[in-house]
């Protein structure tokens, strides 16, 4: 099993890295396949709408860091996605 893990937090140590590498941790010693990419270290660009993937290609066109994170979600059994909420509020 191949599991891919996406860190959305700026703080790589912080709560969101801690739940996801504990789970990694024992995906691990139960036998997958990991790979963790901090999105915050990465350089890239959001979707340009030039439709390139949705005609000839089917992938990105962008020459970017994201080139390896999609291959490898693309290839993934498993997606962790570890984010942290920063701003919120209830609804009264």
Same mark, same amino acid.
């Given at each position: 099993m191949k599991i891919v893990t996406l860190l959305g937090s700026p703080r790589t140590k912080g709560n969101s890295a801690a739940i996801a590498g504990r789970f990694i941790e024992t995906a691990e010693? %139960?036998?997958a396949e990991t790979?963790?990419?901090a999105l915050n270290k990465l350089t890239f660009r959001g979707c340009? &709408?030039?439709?390139?993937?949705?005609?000839?290609?089917?992938?990105?066109v962008?020459?970017?860091d994201?080139?390896?994170? %999609?291959?490898e979600i693309s290839d993934a059994d498993v997606l962790v996605l570890a984010t942290p909420v920063y701003f919120? &509020?209830?609804c009264h």
């Open positions: 010693n %139960l036998g790979k963790t990419f340009q &709408a030039c439709m390139a993937c949705k005609g000839k290609r089917d992938h990105c962008l020459k970017d994201l080139i390896e994170v %999609l291959d919120g &509020a209830t």
